[in-house]
C-alpha cells in the first residue's frame, strides 16, 4: 500500500500521465514542491509547461488507473475543487489574452478587476453582487500592490505592467497560499520588468509561496532558490539554484548554444 500524502507537501506528483487528444503530454512524470517554496520551473515552449499549470489547476487530470500514481495537492488527493482554487492564485497568459478580450468589449476599470476575483470573471456584471467587505479587501490589495491611483482606470488605458499588478490583484482576494505565474513579464519593457519584480519580492516578503513558470531566465529572483528545468513533457533537472543553472545545462535544455551571464543576483542569457 502507497503511503499516505504528507500535509507538508503542497504539490505530490507521481507517475502521472496526462493525454490530450492522441498525443502524450507529460509521461510517468514526478513532482514534488514543499509548502512554503519559491520555485522556478524553466523551459521552453512546448516543454508542457502549460499543461502541468493546468495540471495543478485541475483544469486538466491525469490518467486514471496508472500503477504507483499520485495526485496529491496540499496533502489531499480528494478535496473540494472551489475549496482548493481558493488556495491557488494564478495569473496565466490565458487569462491576460482574456482580458484583452474583454476590454475591447466593455470598460473594465481596476477596481473592478481585483473585484471579480470573488466571482471567478474577468470584470464585473451587473448580475455579481458585492460586500463592502469585498470592497475594503479589493482596496487593501490596490494598495499593496501599488496602485490604488488606478482603482477608477480603465484597464484599456493601462500599461501592461499595470494590467498584470490588476490580474495578481485578482488572483489574491481569497488570499491564497501560494501563487503560480505563467511567464509574467512577456513582451513587458526592461523598466516595467523591474517594477514587477519588485512586486514580486513584495509577496515573497508578504509569505506568499511563488512557482514562476516562465523561459526567460530573467525572471529568477533572488528568493527563489529551486530550479527545474523541463524539457519534452519531462524533468531533466531540479535542484538548487547554483548547481541547476549553468550555460551548459540551459543550452541543451533550449537546443542552443548559450551563455549565462550573472550581474550580482540577476541573470541573463547571451548566445554562444
Avoid at 5 to 27: A, C, M, Q, Y
Avoid at 198 to 216: C, E, F, M, N, P
Wanted: hydrophobic share 40%; charged share 25%.
Amino acid at each position: 500500500m502507497a503511503p499516505l500524502p504528507s500535509p507538508d507537501w503542497l504539490i505530490d506528483f507521481k507517475n502521472l500521465n496526462v493525454v490530450r487528444g492522441e498525443k502524450t503530454i507529460l509521461s510517468g512524470f514526478d513532482l514534488q514542491v514543499r509548502r512554503g517554496e519559491h520555485i522556478v520551473i524553466l523551459g521552453p515552449n512546448g516543454s508542457g509547461k502549460s499543461t502541468l499549470i493546468k495540471l495543478i489547476t485541475c483544469d486538466l487530470y491525469p490518467e486514471s488507473g496508472v500503477p504507483n500514481a499520485r495526485f496529491s495537492l496540499f496533502g489531499l488527493e480528494h478535496w473540494s475543487l472551489d475549496e482548493l482554487r481558493q488556495q491557488l492564485g494564478i495569473v496565466t497568459l490565458d487569462l491576460l489574452q482574456k482580458l484583452s478580450h474583454e476590454v475591447t468589449a466593455r470598460q473594465v476599470v481596476a477596481l473592478d478587476m481585483v473585484l471579480s476575483g470573488f466571482h471567478d470573471s474577468i470584470g464585473l456584471w451587473p448580475h455579481h453582487r458585492v460586500t463592502s467587505s469585498q470592497k475594503k479587501r479589493a482596496r487593501e490589495i490596490l494598495r499593496f500592490l501599488e496602485i490604488s491611483h488606478l482603482a477608477s482606470r480603465p484597464l484599456s488605458e493601462m500599461s501592461s505592467g499595470e494590467q498584470r499588478r490588476a490580474m495578481i490583484g485578482r488572483a489574491l482576494v481569497h488570499d491564497p497560499e501560494v501563487l503560480i505565474l505563467d511567464e509574467p513579464t512577456s513582451s513587458l519593457d526592461p523598466g516595467a520588468v523591474h517594477d514587477f519584480h519588485g512586486i514580486l519580492r513584495k509577496l515573497i516578503r508578504a509569505g506568499k509561496s511563488l512557482i514562476l513558470v516562465t523561459h526567460q531566465v530573467e525572471d529568477i529572483l533572488p528568493e527563489m532558490e529551486r530550479i527545474i528545468l523541463m524539457k519534452k513533457g519531462r524533468i531533466i533537472a531540479d535542484g538548487p539554484k547554483k548547481e541547476i543553472l549553468t550555460s551548459a545545462a540551459l543550452s541543451h535544455l533550449f537546443g542552443h548554444k548559450l551563455n549565462l551571464v550573472r550581474t550580482g543576483e540577476t541573470y541573463d542569457l547571451v548566445s554562444g
